[in-house]
């Protein structure tokens, strides 16, 4: 079988985390200070700080935080977004409030989110959505505009170029997850990039149950046993083990990110000349994808994807709109007919950083074939 995603986990890896195992210091500690080190230089950002914590949800449930957002605030998303995306914004008591996308590319569509936006509006997350980045200018022009916070959830995009410029480096406040099926994985893990020292020693706080320990000590692999706690916090930081993990998977990024770069132009090569098919509208340049995915009819994308199956691929669905979920069929919401029309057609092909052209052969041809006999 070959599944839609495989981390790239190498001996590089494995010794990392023995490593770190045998150094006995398994919590909060210097692999962690190291990582996000390492993730500020690769992401350029000598102006910002980054927090790394436990999972990507976890970054956006403290950057809407540390944005403000709390009961009786609304935060717009579109419906077309990862469900973590609507419960960190329960969990501040505001409420979900779903806009459209972009059908060329599948991230907000910056029109039907500004109709939604009312006096309780407080932020908006945008997403990047797999291989193709928001139209960050005009995103941050209507926050400006109404004065809005900007959470980038850029989950799919660590490493890719917005314009030239890092994604990391330009948004108000910015989010990364590395789960396990990311292009970077510290098997779970996610960080917060902010502007100011400021947010960054609240979000310190935030990240240890509170606990005001004196500054970078744990970064030391050490400890205060007496401390002040003066505000609600989580149990969100990163772990040592987790970071010594992303720490040798960031020395593979620019071979990671190059593979993936050739095998989606190469998938986009071989299924542009497919009528049924609608792949992604962008040439990769700049961009280190996530996920390949493609769009088929209604109609025959289950059936696809059970021949797919049947056929030793695995396949999945990024995603099922918010909407649609029990949880969130009540959430205020402008027209949704592009997330309605997209849930039906959106389909993840199997995408992984050492992944052979050949691998890539067997599934466009078992794709031909498929559309062919019918
Ligand atoms: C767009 C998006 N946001 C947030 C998350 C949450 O990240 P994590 O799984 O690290 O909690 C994901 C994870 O799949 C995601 O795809």
């Known amino acids: 079988m070959i599944p839609v995603f495989k981390p790239l986990i190498e001996?590089?890896?494995?010794?990392?985390?023995?490593?770190a195992l045998e150094m006995g210091w398994l919590g909060m500690g210097k692999f962690v200070n190291e990582f996000e080190n390492k993730i500020k230089q690769i992401i350029g950002a000598d102006d910002r700080e980054v927090i790394a914590v436990g999972t990507g949800t976890a970054a956006i449930h403290l950057a809407l935080l540390i944005a403000g957002i709390g009961p009786g605030d609304e935060v717009i998303t579109p419906s077309f977004n990862n469900v973590c995306d609507f419960q960190s914004i329960l969990t501040t008591g505001a409420e979900v409030v779903f806009c459209d996308i972009d059908e060329n590319s599948l991230c907000i569509d910056l029109e039907s989110a500004e109709k939604l936006i009312t006096s309780k509006t407080k932020a908006i997350i945008a997403m990047d959505y797999d291989c193709v980045l928001c139209e960050h200018d005009k995103l941050g022009e209507l926050a400006k505009k109404y004065n809005l916070r900007?959470?980038?959830?850029?989950?799919?995009s660590f490493g890719s170029k917005y314009k030239g410029k890092m994604v990391g480096s330009f948004s108000d406040i910015t989010t990364f997850s590395f789960d396990p099926v990311k292009t970077i994985t510290c098997i779970d893990g996610g960080a917060i990039v902010v502007?100011?020292?400021e947010e960054k020693k609240i979000l310190h706080e935030m990240r240890l149950v509170g606990m005001m320990q004196p500054a970078?000590?744990?970064?030391?692999n050490k400890r205060a046993w007496t401390y002040?706690?003066?505000r609600v916090g989580y149990r969100y930081h990163m772990a040592n083990l987790h970071a010594a993990i992303g720490l040798s998977q960031l020395e593979k990024f620019d071979e990671i990110s190059r593979n993936r770069f050739n095998l989606c132009n190469y998938y986009s090569k071989k299924l542009k000349n497919i009528p049924e098919i609608i792949i992604p509208k962008t040439d990769f340049q700049g961009i280190t994808p996530f996920l390949y995915y493609i769009r088929v009819p209604a109609e025959s994308r289950d059936e696809l994807r059970n021949y797919l199956?049947?056929?030793g691929i695995d396949t999945g669905i990024h995603w099922q709109p918010g909407h649609w979920f029990s949880l969130l069929k009540n959430c205020r919401k402008s027209d949704l007919s592009i997330t309605n029309?997209?849930?039906?057609?959106?389909?993840s092909l199997p995408l992984h950083s050492d992944m052979s052209l050949e691998t890539v052969d067997i599934i466009i041809n078992a794709i031909k074939f498929f559309f062919n006999k019918r």
């Open 11 to 19: 001996k590089e890896e494995i010794d990392a985390a023995v490593g």
């Open 150 to 156: 900007v959470i980038h959830d850029a989950s799919h």
């Open 195 to 197: 502007k100011s020292e």
């Open 216 to 220: 970078d000590i744990m970064y030391e």
């Open 228 to 230: 002040d706690v003066q």
């Open 309 to 311: 199956y049947s056929n």
């Open 341 to 347: 029309k997209i849930g039906e057609e959106i389909l």
